[in-house]
């Protein structure tokens, strides 16, 4: 086998050709300033003064050839030439320099070994088995024309002996390098793939995330964050001339670590934020790590949960007190009938007949509230929703109820369930027209949509034109069971608003001079991530 060295993950291999090149040009080099001092006549005795000149002469050009046109060679079949060629040329001076004695022979055993780094198993063994079959047969053809001692043999042998050693040497270290090369590589590939699962865990949060080193610039920030803060990028750029709010509760934290940071609003985008903070103390940098949460999202889960066990309390209430109520009820229309009430029993046993109905409306309303199911929100487009919904409301409503709908210019894109929105605007508009009728013979009622030039979000105004609410009850508007009307169960605003928050939505109350207004301010139409 011949190891590889075009592929770009080999360059270990690239650099070795790359020695090895420059060894043998160094080898060749020293050879010819050798020659060309005469200080081979000196110490080499046995040596061929011309075949060693030219062979050395031999070695240095050819070498710088196959320097200039194998520098990079790729092919393995052009890798085992090369090294083969070294090795002949090694045992051609080895032979012209007169055997052992020259001590060419310990070049050859350098050549076989950088040879069986690039050469692998047989191939490798094979160039060993050639500088060992070199060494001797060279030196036992020598014995014919010099005197040879013993010991010339014995080194002989023992050259080639190491050429083989050599290589089984060369080649165990490299087979242990390739292991723990492919060992480091799997690890390697394993922290690439952590990384990038943590990057997409990353990015793909709620939760806004941003690392500031101490100058405050921004070293990263997710997805979340930059839609959070209404940014598209703050990489390498200071937190300080994006979101001076921020840097504001970063310092009071830096201050004092115990106290909770203030929420901030996000006027891009009208979100509220509630960010935390965390010192790296480890890192060298001392960076603080920030988390960004919408408190639109932790008030929609708050309120789930409340009305969660709010359902709970009340079904169970609302089932005890609803049987003895339709007792009394019934048992208060049987007196109705009879005929031997006099007109004053028969109009105590009519109060108590209104307001077991009263009573009744209150469960059915609290019943509601209990059996509500989770909020499903939508892309919902509010312009052909409203329309729809006005003619529905048209069609079912009497003729002294009337219904006006206006619609500004703008994107009304919103997340919200479309039937609690047709819960929540049946509920305004009754209350709207009961106002009107106290007022005028016809009620009316205006749902106005707009689009809000501060914040960009979807706003609907619920008007209607009857004497308004006082100042005093208007803070308890949305309390439940509070009503200005004894007829009214004080439940509907109140639901009114809940389902509002749980679709991240915000349902308030704008005085008028001419009537009453009832604002509701829709979310962004995008999904979290």
């Excluded at 088995?129 to 010099?146: D, E, K, P, Y």
């Excluded at 508009?429 to 501060?454: G, T």
Aim: contains cysteine; glycine residues 6%; proline residues 4%.
């Amino acid at each position: 086998m011949i190891a590889e060295t075009s592929s770009p993950g080999n360059r270990p291999a690239q650099r070795l050709l790359r020695l090895y090149h420059l060894y043998r040009l160094s080898i060749g080099i020293t050879l010819v300033l050798l020659i060309s001092s005469n200080m081979d006549n000196q110490l080499l005795s046995f040596a061929d003064g011309d075949l060693l000149r030219s062979g050395s002469w031999l070695y240095l050009v050819l070498n710088i050839l196959l320097v200039v046109f194998f520098e990079n060679t790729r092919h393995p079949v052009q890798l085992f030439g090369l090294v083969l060629v070294d090795v002949l040329l090694l045992c051609g001076l080895f032979y012209a320099a007169g055997g052992v004695a020259s001590a060419i022979g310990n070049l050859l055993i350098v050549s076989v070994a950088i040879g069986n780094t690039l050469l692998r198993s047989r191939i490798g063994l094979l160039i060993a088995a050639i500088g060992a079959l070199g060494i001797v047969g060279l030196s036992f053809l020598l014995s014919f024309s010099h005197p040879t001692s013993p010991n010339d043999y014995l080194q002989a042998g023992t050259l080639g002996a190491l050429c083989f050693a050599a290589a089984l040497l060369v080649q165990a270290l490299i087979r242990r390098l390739d292991v723990s090369e492919t060992l480091a590589e799997q690890r390697a590939s394993e922290v690439v793939g952590l990384e990038t699962l943590n990057a997409l865990i990353l990015q793909r949060m709620r939760t806004g995330i941003l690392v500031l080193d101490n100058q405050r610039r921004v070293q990263l920030a997710n997805h979340s964050a930059l839609t959070l803060l209404g940014l598209g990028s703050l990489e390498n750029q200071r937190i300080d001339d994006h979101c001076p709010p921020l840097v504001e509760r970063l310092q009071l934290w830096l201050n004092n670590p115990i106290l909770r940071p203030q929420s901030l609003k996000i006027a891009s985008n009208g979100l509220e934020l509630q960010p935390s903070f965390i010192a790296l103390d480890q890192n060298p940098h001392h960076q603080t790590l920030v988390f960004l949460e919408d408190l639109a999202q932790i008030v929609q889960q708050a309120q789930q949960l409340k009305l969660v066990a709010l359902g709970r309390l009340t079904a169970s209430i609302a089932h005890e007190i609803r049987n003895p109520l339709g007792a009394i009820s019934h048992a208060a229309q049987l007196l109705l009938e009879s005929e031997e009430l006099n007109s004053a029993d028969r109009r105590l046993t009519q109060i108590v007949q209104d307001h077991s109905q009263r009573m009744n409306r209150v469960i059915e309303n609290v019943l509601q509230l209990s059996r509500r199911q989770q909020t499903v929100p939508q892309r919902l487009e509010l312009k052909p929703w409203l329309e729809r919904f006005v003619t529905e409301t048209r069609d079912s409503a009497s003729e002294r109820q009337q219904i006006h709908l206006h619609i500004g210019s703008g994107d009304f894109k919103t997340l919200m369930d479309p039937n609690q929105l047709g819960q929540i605007l049946d509920n305004l508009v009754r209350n709207a027209w009961r106002h009107s009728a106290l007022s005028h013979d016809d009620a009316q009622v205006w749902l106005e949509l707009f689009v809000d030039p501060d914040s960009q979000l979807p706003i609907l105004d619920v008007l209607d034109d009857g004497p308004g609410v006082a100042p005093d009850h208007q803070v308890h508007l949305f309390e439940p069971f509070f009503t200005t009307s004894t007829q009214g169960t004080g439940l509907g605003l109140y639901l009114s608003r809940e389902l509002c928050e749980s679709n991240q939505a915000r349902l308030d109350f704008k005085p008028r001079q001419d009537g009453g207004c009832f604002r509701i301010t829709f979310a962004h139409g995008r999904k979290q991530s």
